[in-house]
Every structure is written in structure tokens, then in C-alpha cells.
């Protein structure tokens, strides 16, 4: 079984910088994408970032300029830096892996990290 464990969270004063990390473990043939997503109560959760494999990354509008996510492929981490962050950043933000599990089977699942909390206040 895959495991996302997420870390980085916490509380920021706006225009401050956190960094997200995101490490997966378990069995696995490859991770086809690595991203982040987040969630505001009362709000759906939205896409804030995704990396796939080959390297191209795509980012939500609102935070283009500010964040940027990274992979590190030998330790199947994810990282979101977030900088000059605003009160509309606040959230839980959940790391998400699309992976493929045999080599034999190209079928993909998703997985879900637990989450962490992100608030941007003063």
C-alpha cells in the first residue's frame, strides 16, 4: 500500500514563505504525477500545483509567480514553496500521486496525503 505523508504546515503572516514537502513510500513501479491540491472550508478543493514525471508543471492562476513545486525522484518527494502568501492561501492543502503499481498493469491510482493545515494571518 502507497502512503503520502505530508509536512511544512503551520501559520505564516501574509507576504511570509512556507515550504511544503510531501514523501511517498510504499510499493510502486513508477509515480506518473506529483502535485498539491487544497481545500478552504465552505470552497471545493482546487488544484494549486502538479508535476509530472517528465518534468512540466502546471499551476492555478491565482498562485502563479509565487509558488513554485519541485520533485526530488530518488526520495519520491514533492515540494510546494509558497512565497509572498496571502489570507486567500489559507487551507488544508493535500499532496496528491498518480501511480502506476506493476509494471504489467498500466492502470494508475490515485492517492491522497492526510493533509495540512495552512493559515495566513496576522
Known amino acids: 500500500q502507497v502512503q503520502l505523508v505530508e509536512s511544512g504546515g503551520g501559520l505564516v503572516q501574509p507576504g511570509g514563505s512556507l515550504r511544503l514537502s510531501c514523501a511517498a513510500s510504499?510499493?510502486?513501479?513508477?509515480?506518473?504525477?506529483m502535485g498539491w491540491y487544497r481545500q478552504a472550508p465552505g470552497k471545493q478543493r482546487e488544484l494549486v500545483a502538479l508535476i509530472a514525471s517528465g518534468g512540466s508543471t502546471d499551476y492555478q492562476d491565482s498562485v502563479k509567480g509565487r509558488f513554485t513545486i519541485s520533485r526530488d525522484g530518488a526520495k519520491n518527494t514533492v515540494y510546494l514553496q509558497m512565497n509572498r502568501l496571502k489570507p486567500e492561501d489559507t487551507a488544508v492543502y493535500f499532496c496528491?500521486?498518480?501511480?502506476?503499481?506493476?509494471?504489467?498493469?498500466?492502470?494508475?491510482?490515485?492517492?491522497w496525503g492526510q493533509g495540512t493545515q495552512v493559515t495566513v494571518s496576522s
Open positions: 496528491y500521486a498518480e501511480i502506476q503499481a506493476k509494471s504489467y498493469d498500466s492502470g494508475t491510482t490515485a492517492y
Open positions: 510504499g510499493s510502486m513501479f513508477s509515480i506518473n504525477a
